[in-house]
Each structure stands twice: as C-alpha cells, then as structure tokens.
C-alpha cells in the first residue's frame, strides 16, 4: 500500500489525514524499523506492507464505531502500538491508554510518544488481569488486536469498560471463537452487536472486527488469575 493508497483507503472510511498526521507516521514507520533491529517488534518491516497490515489495519474499526464520539481508549496488548498508537495519530482527542506485558515495547511506545509530541497518551507495563483490577470500568473503548482467542480478551477486557460502551475486537476469520464465546458473554453481562467482515486492499486477506457492547457492571472477581483463565476460560 503505497501513501497515496493508504490516503484514499482512510477517506473510505470518513478519515482525511493531515499532512501532520501523516508526517507523524512516517516518524513512527521509521522508529519501528530503527529499533526493530534490536527487539522483535514487528515480522513486517517493508514499508507497503506496515502501512496496509499495520497502519491501515489498525485503523479499520472506524468501520464500526464513530470514535469522534469517544473520549477515552485503552488497547490491551498493544504490542508496537498497533491498533492504539495509529488510532492516537488520526484521532488526536482521544485520550489513550496503551498496555502491554513486556517492559521492552513500552519503552520503544514512550520513545515514539516523545518524538511525536502526542499528548494524553500514555503506555503502561503490566499484565491486561493485573491493570484491570486496577482500571475498572474507566474506559469509552478498549480494543485488541489479534492477541488472544475471544472468550479470554473478553475477561482481560470488559472489567474496565463503562457500561453501554464498546470492546472492539480485530480478528482474521474467527467463526469458531464466535461460538466459543458465548457462555462468556453471558457472565460479563455483554452483547456482539456488530461483527464486519472485509478483506485487507490489494492483498485480499481477510479481516473481520467485532463491536460488543457491554450492558452491565462486572463483578469484581473478573479478570481471575492468569493461570485459572489460561486452564479454565469462560
């Protein structure tokens, strides 16, 4: 996906990008590369191919909720930044919340959050049970890319959504972890109110994002302990 793509692929979705916001991603594009040569932040470093499956990707839940309605987001499992980080950049008054277990990403995330001079965004070492118990319903939007099958996202997840707002989960073709999923969105008190299923542009591959709405205050032993998800899910 070349710039020029990429531009037309957001108007698609209602987003025109200013030449800052994408100057920011070009910043960030090459801070991905820079330190991707000395920790493991990404398999895709060609620069079409960041831009359509990670830049692009991340962007795609505008298919299914108007987050110029938002005002806050937190991203569980963030990784290199991918959804949060891009979803930070083209949408700059959300205030976000990037998490993730591994203490090496959050640095490379503070270091590109410095250098794009974002405000109201900050990226946090923990595990996802571990911070919500600590983030209770505190958040319009939580989201996940791709990190864990739908019924275990859903206990990290819901805890620290407000009632009546959105998880947005980004999935490749999950129909199984669908039906998997439904004794644990009876427990969390919450409802997939949208499933969108596209294919990325150019390559084909497809993509499927799912909206649940969460209708109900959590009970407060959600999440469990990481190793009684991991042996038990819901």
């Keep these: 996906m070349t710039i020029n793509e990429f531009i037309e692929a957001l108007k698609k979705l209602n987003i025109t990008p200013t030449d800052r916001q994408l100057e920011q991603l070009e910043i960030y594009y ?4 820079e330190y991707n040569k000395v920790m493991n932040l990404t398999g895709i470093t060609e ?5 359509l499956k990670h830049f692009y990707d991340s962007i795609t839940l505008a298919r299914v909720i108007d987050l110029t309605q938002q005002q806050t987001l937190c991203d ?5 930044g991918f959804p949060g980080l891009v979803i930070k950049i083209l949408y700059p008054h959300l205030k976000i919340t990037l998490v993730d277990s591994l203490n090496k990403r959050i640095e490379f995330l503070k270091k590109v959050i410095e250098t794009l001079n974002l405000k109201n965004i900050e990226a946090i070492h923990a595990r996802a049970e571990e911070f919500a118990h600590q983030n209770y319903e505190k958040y319009d939007v939580v989201t996940s890319r791709a990190v864990a099958s739908l019924n275990i996202l859903l206990e990290y ?5 407000k009632t009546n707002k959105y998880f947005i989960a980004y999935k490749g073709n999950i129909s199984r972890e669908i039906s998997e999923s439904q004794k644990s969105l009876e427990i969390l008190h919450c409802k997939i109110e949208k499933i969108e299923e596209f294919k990325l542009p150019n390559e084909e591959s497809n993509r499927t994002i799912i909206k649940i709405k969460k209708e109900k205050p959590t009970n407060k032993k959600f999440p469990r302990k990481y190793s009684e998800i991991k042996k038990n899910p819901l």
């Design 30 to 33: 090459k801070l991905l590369i």
């Design 47 to 51: 620069k079409k191919q960041v831009y």
């Design 76 to 80: 569980i499992g963030t990784g290199a």
């Design 157 to 161: 997840n819901i805890p620290i959504l």
